[in-house]
């Protein structure tokens, strides 16, 4: 990290209506209409993944009762999503403890139901196992359809996501930031496309 500060700034971006639910609800939080809106079809995919992440993350930082879902944040002006049509970025003035931070890169082994291994003797290890038994990779513990066949395989594989938390490397394409909500004092600036 580049400093100390009890404040970090953070950008996310949002779509333009999350403006009328700041001035509706005096708060922006991520719901599970939300999810189902920008996801579509994958949406209740992406919501079973959330949901690990949620209980993974709330252990880390408390989760207010009346948030559902975490909202993902850049961690670097350079690095942030810009904003586009229907979509602005709020830059954020949080602070430290309120952030949950994570290896994108991780993250994507998670949507991908993948194990995320300890480090590179973990990965050929592993893959070694899988390849005596005869697997080609873990989304078949993971998928609904087959998940029942191999419980512990399922468990070690979810258990591995857990390492998304731990960020070897701080770099500003590879970490990313959620936070529960936004809220008005949170916000210093909002950039328009």
Same mark, same amino acid.
């Given at each position: ?5 009890? #404040?970090? *700034? +953070? ?8 403006? #009328? ?6 708060? =922006? ?8 809106? #920008? ?5 209740? /995919?992406?919501?079973?993944? /959330? #949901?690990? &992440? ?7 930082? *408390? ?7 975490? =909202? ?28 949950? /931070?994570?290896?994108? +890169? ?5 949507l991908n139901?993948?194990? =995320?291994?300890?480090? !590179? ?43 998304? &938390? ?9 970490? !990313? ?9 949170m916000i210093?600036?909002? +950039?328009?496309?």
């Amino acid at each position: 990290m580049e400093n100390n500060s009890d #404040k970090v *700034t +953070l950008w996310s971006r949002q779509h333009i209506k999350s403006l #009328k639910e700041l001035e509706n609800n005096g708060v =922006i939080r991520i719901t599970h209409s939300h999810l189902e809106e #920008k996801f579509d079809e994958i949406a209740g /995919y992406i919501i079973n993944l /959330y #949901k690990w &992440f949620v209980s993974a993350a709330e252990e880390r930082v *408390t989760k207010p009762d009346d948030v559902e879902f975490p =909202i993902w944040c850049s961690i670097s002006e350079e690095n942030m999503l810009r904003p586009v049509k229907d979509q602005i970025v709020y830059v954020l003035e949080v602070d430290r403890s309120d952030i949950i /931070y994570f290896d994108g +890169l991780k993250w994507d082994y998670v949507l991908n139901h993948h194990y =995320i291994p300890k480090d !590179q003797k973990d990965a050929e290890e592993y893959a070694k196992e899988m390849e005596l038994k005869g697997f080609e990779n873990s989304y078949s513990f993971i998928n609904d359809r087959t998940a029942h066949f191999y419980p512990a395989e399922k468990k070690r594989v979810m258990d591995s996501w857990y390492r998304i &938390f731990e960020i070897e490397n701080w770099d500003i394409f590879r970490v !990313q930031a959620n936070i529960w909500e936004i809220r008005p004092e949170m916000i210093k600036e909002i +950039l328009y496309k």
